[in-house]
């Protein structure tokens, strides 16, 4: 099994854990304070708090705690927007990919909570964004072979 991210396997969480909820929440949470340390004081990557609010809320539904799992996923979510714009084109790229993923869950825990016509939306965000970063994708590959064609025939 692969660790979810350094700071996860830091912490002792496996990608798939399996633990009772109580120790799955506690790791979870550790990964939440190490991450705020990790930004706040070190200036690492702001994304590292969009992971960490994003690994807890999925553990929460997991569990079926869906209010605690909305309140993290929209944490994430808030904290994902924040994130983007500093990035670079290509990052920006995987940033809305993860953003799809959170606005899934989100979806899912606002279904379970039975607030449908929300769920619906986050949904349909969801499907947008990973339908833009498909063809965004495409785009990308393209302009990367032109480039290497182009370096060919100039060689």
Avoid at 38 to 59: D, M, N, P, W
Avoid at 131 to 145: C, L
Wanted: glycine share 4%; net charge positive.
């Amino acid at each position: 099994k692969m660790w979810s991210s350094s700071l996860a396997g830091i912490v002792g969480i496996k990608e798939e854990d399996t633990g009772d909820f109580q120790t799955t929440i506690s790791l979870r949470m550790k990964e939440l304070a190490y991450s705020k340390i990790l930004v706040l004081t070190y200036e690492k990557s702001f994304f590292r708090l969009v992971q960490a609010h994003f690994h807890i809320g999925k553990e929460y539904f997991r569990f079926k705690c869906y209010d605690q799992a909305l309140f993290h996923l929209e944490s994430s979510l808030n904290k994902n927007v924040k994130a983007g714009p500093r990035q670079e084109v290509y990052i920006d790229l995987a940033n809305k990919f993860y953003h799809s993923f959170i606005l899934s869950y989100h979806g899912e825990t606002l279904q379970a909570l039975k607030k449908f016509k929300d769920a619906e939306g986050q949904l349909q965000k969801a499907l947008n964004l990973q339908e833009e970063y498909e063809e965004n994708s495409k785009q990308v590959v393209n302009n990367v072979r032109t480039l290497t064609m182009y370096a060919l025939v100039r060689s």
